[in-house]
């Protein structure tokens, strides 16, 4: 398995996997996701193996402490000498997970996030999800101010 950053040509492999991975309410749109890669592709992690893109962690940095739905919508608000890296989105391909991938991105992300200088890494999860991300050293700040996809979220802390 190699992990890498990606590139604009990246975009159809991300675009499916987004669309496999979240309820239509929720993806990212294929239009979003180029945004996104022209302004943070080196904030997308790309987990592949035999050539092929198997999950996928995306989100920009910001000085905002907090991740807004805003965010979701606006890649230009990002921001490369942030203090926080913002998650997007966790995404691994039905068929791949449960085999480590989306925890091997994970510590990927923080990993570079520390050597970046950050404060830390901010994402929103449902609550099914408060256990897993608890595992990586994040902490539930309770109730999330984004309504994103009209889902109820709570956002999660791990400061360096």
């Keep these: 398995m190699l992990i890498r950053t990606a590139t604009p040509d990246d975009l159809d492999a991300i675009a499916a996997i987004e669309a496999a991975c979240f309820p239509a309410a929720e993806a990212a749109s294929r239009e ?7 302004h943070y592709s ?4 790309l987990l592949s193996e035999d050539g092929q893109i198997t999950a996928f962690i995306d989100g920009f940095t910001t000085d905002e402490p907090d991740l807004t739905d805003e965010m979701f919508a606006n890649a230009e608000l990002h921001d490369e000498q942030g203090k926080w890296q913002m998650i997007f989105g966790v995404n691994t391909l ?15 992300v923080i990993a570079d996030a520390k050597l970046q200088g950050r404060n830390g890494v901010v994402l929103t999860c449902k609550e099914k999800l408060l256990h897993y991300y608890a595992r990586f050293g994040f902490t539930d700040e309770g109730a999330s101010t984004s309504q994103h996809g009209g889902a109820a979220w709570h956002q999660m802390r791990l400061t360096f």
Excluded at 42 to 45: A, K, L, S, V
Excluded at 94 to 103: D, M, V
């Design 32 to 38: 979003a996701l180029a945004q996104r890669l022209s």
């Design 42 to 45: 080196n904030h997308f992690w």
């Design 94 to 108: 039905p068929a791949y997970r449960k085999q480590g991938r989306a925890g091997l991105l994970l510590q990927r």
